[in-house]
């Protein structure tokens, strides 16, 4: 079966994104515009571990392992490694075009 590593990168290649949506989330606004990011955090019962999904199409041309390291990174600038670790799974995902 198919073995990937992935290292942390020393400084992450999309800098700008994971500053732009972890200010996204410190704000953890009900509503914003409509180019914003949507995060939706969804607690798993009976556990303290979250999935997350961030819809945003700012980051179309990024693959999705990249696209996760973005919200990962976001989340641990703002909740630190302890709140990182809640995190079970992430995904980022764009709006659908019809």
């Known amino acids: 079966m198919p073995y990937k590593r ?3 990168h020393p400084s992450h290649p999309h800098r700008e994104l994971a ?11 009900p509503e914003g ?3 914003a990011p949507f995060i939706l955090e969804e607690m798993l019962p009976l556990s303290d571990y ?6 945003w199409d700012r980051w179309a041309r990024l693959s999705l392992e ?7 990174e976001a989340f641990r600038r703002v909740r630190e490694y302890e ?8 995904s980022g995902l764009t709006r659908a075009r019809s």
Do not use: F, H, W, Y
């Open 50 to 55: 979250a999935e997350v999904r961030v819809i």
């Open 6 to 8: 992935v290292l942390p």
């Open 83 to 90: 709140g990182l670790m809640k995190v079970s799974s992430a």
């Open 19 to 29: 500053v732009t949506l972890s200010k996204e989330l410190e704000a953890a606004r």
């Open 66 to 72: 990249e696209r996760n390291a973005v919200i990962l």
């Open 33 to 35: 515009p409509v180019d």
